[in-house]
């Protein structure tokens, strides 16, 4: 596995598919990795059609290093835009981002300009830590939160996912939704219906935000958070073809 370094002693790991472009890049969601279904059915689809992907893993997540209880929204930002920089310097850039990947896709977006080429965004958990996070903490919680720096919330996907008072706090630096998002590009966003961490309302949030007026939203009413079932996968992988790429 491939990796390289942002700062000193955290090594971030990739993978590089090479092929033609625009280069998929996939932004993975909190505590996820790029070893997740959505990543590799992209990238089992890019090598069929001959695409350039890039896949990664944040500080702190998957087989990169780092501490994940250290890391924020600006961290693993950077992580992804030196990531982008290093590897994939001058090419087009088609952004895949998944939960709090489209957040950061997002924030990505923002910069890439005329080298971002469209946008998919998969259930987008855009500035969710002042929108979805901040008001479903109880005072317990937070008086738990400002003694320890660090809550253990439950999960259905797994074990409990700790969730920091830097984290949280450090969100609120890098919202998206309270101006206008100056992405002109092609969007589509994919969600569920039945979504309980990203409620799917909050994608028009996103779509009222943009400035792009190409967006195409896909709600899938039966469809949850992960969207990695068959036929989800073969909505996601069927996105590329409406790139025109």
Known sequence: MPHISRTPDVPLAYEFLPGFGPVVVFCPGYASDMGGTKA???????????????????SGHGQSGG????GTIGDWTADAAFIISTLVPAQQI???????????ALLLGRVLGERLAGMILIAPAADFTEALVRPSLTPAIWAELREKGVVYQPSEYGAPLPMTLKFIEEG???????SKIPITCPVHILHGMLD??????HSLKIVEALESTAVRVVFLKDGDHRLSRPEDLGLLVGSLDEFGV
């Open 67 to 70: 501490d994940f209880l250290e």
């Open 40 to 58: 590799l059915a992209l990238e089992e689809a890019c090598r069929a059609r001959g695409q350039a992907m890039l896949r990664f893993d944040y």
């Open 94 to 104: 088609l952004l895949v981002g998944s939960s709090m990947g489209g957040w950061i």
């Open 196 to 201: 309980d961490a990203v409620p799917w309302r």
């Open 172 to 178: 609120a630096g890098n919202l998206v939704l309270g």
